[in-house]
């Protein structure tokens, strides 16, 4: 593409493919060179730069990213150089354009007609651009291996591999006379807002099934997995309380079934789950009676607005404490001055001078942060010999500089598996968030160095060496934690379990 030319968001990724086939595949084999293709139409469809340092590709990052066993040659590198020149000059034209497009109407659908012609409209020739004809199941325009952990980043790849704008994927889905509204689709892209009514959760069903994904591709990778879904009807009047209880054991389509069926349902999940007969439920009854955490000295703000239910949560706030910590203790002063700090970043209208975010946190999702990150830094300082049998590390040595460290992650999320006896999507969110942090450009511990000064090594979880090693090259240990997060969090996903029988309720 010479210098200047603007080429079309759906033709790249194709171009990008083809020149792989044609230039990398050959010198790498078929696995790594898939690997570097979805790697480089991910950068396309996040419409981002290649990562570059002092000038120069980064190429420990792209290696990474990649997923490649070893460095990159010198002629693998060379080869690849024009690619990387291309989508650089592509992303840097495009960003505002291609950022307008994606969360807005489609300009060819907008047709603008003069007022001095609106009075002249006939009746048997249709004005201004025409809709695209709708595919029941559309062809995907490129190949792509990886597969985005997030929600709205999942989106945002399945539409453009298809070719959908909101706009022309809420004419395809959402019939004339439903009130789904289409700014919805915008905000789920922009990861403002998730699904979560029964009527979401039918739109994203229909979604999945025009692009013929597996059945719940999209649910898995919902934000508030532990959250129950609204909207559902018992039929019968209940109070809120039992409602909330209920809701979390329902099926998605339970509005849609008969009389006889949601009855079924109902007394099934009132018997089996609510009176505690199942052991998952003799469980969570036993976690609930013990509350632990770090408390942070703002949370309640937050907690007071947006408090998630009781019953909703495998264990939102249902952890164990041991005997000398029976309640959530306040968080010491720094990691309470962190929390604000990576709050204000996610939260302001504005981001400070020199730091860049991908997204902003609404209240709902601020509060659920400062939950989770409450009960992995209480589960990390709780006793190893009381009942939580948790890690031991002082209160005032906690800090969010531990998060880039693979060793912290796999022992929260082995703690949890080892006290509920398998894992669920808590733990799939919770290396979202981890990811999230440590994400290339936009992560606010990625773009905060200064909270390895923090670190002390940890018998077990963290080396000096690797304290060495992070100061010294801290973008590189963010890549490697960030790699070892998105293995740990596929690994995860296969195995994890949803732990009431939904089966039983149908």
Not at 208 to 231: D, I
């Amino acid at each position: 593409m010479k210098r200047g030319q603007r080429l079309k968001a759906s033709a790249l990724p194709r171009r990008i493919a083809v020149f792989c086939e044609i230039r990398i595949t050959p010198l790498t084999g078929a696995d790594l060179g898939g690997r570097v293709s979805s790697y480089l139409i991910g950068l396309v469809v996040f419409r981002s730069s290649p990562p570059a340092v002092k000038g120069r590709w980064n190429w420990v990052a792209i290696e990474a990213a990649c997923e490649a066993p070893s460095p990159f040659s010198t002629n693998l590198r060379r080869n690849l150089q024009p690619a990387l020149d291309l989508i650089n000059r592509w992303a840097n034209d495009h960003q505002r354009s291609e950022a307008k497009r994606v969360f807005e109407p489609a300009k060819e659908l907008v047709p603008k007609v003069s007022k001095s012609k609106t009075k002249q409209r006939c009746s048997g020739r249709p004005r201004g651009y025409q809709p695209r004809a709708i595919e029941t199941f559309p062809e995907p325009l490129f190949d792509l291996d990886y597969d985005p952990p997030d929600f709205h980043d999942a989106l945002t790849v399945q539409m453009e591999r298809h070719g959908d704008t909101a706009w022309h994927l809420h004419r395809a889905v959402v019939d004339p006379d439903e009130t789904f509204d289409r700014k919805t689709l915008y905000t789920w892209l922009k990861g403002e807002k998730a699904p979560r009514s029964v009527a979401s959760l039918e739109v994203l069903h229909r979604i999945e099934r025009r692009y013929r994904l597996p059945e719940s591709y999209f649910k898995r990778k919902l934000p508030h997995r532990m959250r129950a879904a609204s909207g559902h009807d018992p039929g019968i009047e209940i109070g809120p309380a039992e409602r909330r209880r209920l809701a979390w054991h329902l099926p998605d389509d339970f509005n849609s079934l008969t009389a006889s069926k949601r009855e079924e349902i109902l007394e099934w999940v009132r018997r089996v789950i609510i009176t505690g007969s199942t052991e998952y439920r003799r469980y969570q009854a036993a976690t609930t009676r013990q509350h632990f955490g770090i408390k942070f000295p703002f949370s309640e703000r937050f907690q007071a607005q947006t408090a998630p239910d009781k019953d909703e949560d495998d264990e939102n706030d249902a952890i164990e404490s041991d005997r000398s910590l029976n309640r959530k203790i306040d968080s010491p002063m720094r990691l309470a001055e962190e929390m604000a700090e990576l709050i204000r970043f996610k939260t302001a209208t504005l981001t400070a001078i020199g730091f860049h975010r991908n997204k902003v946190w609404g209240e709902e999702t601020t509060a659920q942060k400062i939950e989770h990150f409450g009960l992995m830094f209480g589960a990390l300082a709780a006793s190893p010999s009381g009942s939580i049998r948790g890690r031991g590390i002082p209160l005032n040595d906690l800090t969010f500089g531990l998060l880039v460290f693979p060793g912290v992650w796999d022992w929260y999320v082995q703690w949890r598996e080892r006290r509920r006896g398998f894992y669920t999507s808590w733990e799939v969110n919770m290396l979202s968030s981890g990811l999230e942090l440590t994400r290339y450009k936009t992560g606010w511990l990625r773009q905060n160095p200064r909270l390895l000064d923090r670190v002390k090594p940890i018998a077990g979880l963290i080396s000096a060496a690797e304290i060495e090693s992070a100061q010294e090259q801290w973008n590189e240990t963010c890549d490697g934690f960030y790699q070892h997060a998105i293995n740990r969090l596929k690994e995860i996903q296969r195995v994890a379990r949803i732990h009431t029988d939904r089966a039983a309720t149908k």
